[in-house]
DNA sequence: AACATGATAAACT
DNA sequence: GTTTATCATGTTC
């Protein structure tokens, strides 16, 4: 069961300015009710935002820029916020962030999930799936797929055509969302356990609770 | 060799 | 229904 969002209303695309922040922490709650919307191939699709991690750059272990680390990979993650990087995982799931703060400052933001809103069936087509199911837009990998997004769309900016996140008045006050330890980065030691992932409470559409 | 995962199947409760 | 194991897959370091 959804919460009912609607998808008449059309929402403003955020512009540069909000990706600017250096709060990663305080990006990666506030785009919890944001809408992702993709255009791929001439097919539109859109999920509202349920699920994100926030990596903070140089002082996560976790993050691939860790002690300000350069790689061809991680270049992306060095351009001004409000770029994508996608970058793809255990060769095959092609993982979605929104890179965040000025240049030079590599913060971004994972999104996980997602609640289905615009282009139901292309993103069934693009799942091989038949009907809607969690697991649809349920996890970094699943929710890439559905949207159509791929690591050609690595370093692309968030202002469309193909890609962009938009405000339809969803919001999350900080007692409506959980905190909790990021998934799949044991390798991080201590700063495994960092409570930096969130989602709303009680949402449904979360990868792992 | 490691990796910011997901699908599946088998063996549980 | 849930947990647990296994493995597919390819780029990066």
Known sequence: MGKGFSDKGQGKALGEAYFLTENVLHLAQDLLGKVLVTCIDGERSAVVISETEAYEGPADRASHAYGHRRTRRT???????????????????????????????????????????????????????????????????????????????????LNGPKIWIEDRGIHFAKEEITAAPRIGVDYAGEHAQWPYRFYPKDNEWVSKR
């Open 75 to 157: 270049e992306t993650m060095y351009l001004p916020g409000g770029h994508a990087y996608v970058y793809l995982c255990y060769g095959m799931h092609h993982l979605f962030n929104v890179v965040s703060a000025p240049a030079g400052v590599p913060h971004a933001v994972l999104i996980r999930a997602g609640q289905p809103l615009e282009g139901l069936p292309v993103m069934l087509k693009r799942r091989k799936m038949d009907k809607i199911e969690k697991r649809l837009t349920a996890g970094p990998g699943s929710l890439s797929r559905a949207l159509g997004i791929s690591t050609a769309l690595d370093g692309e900016k």
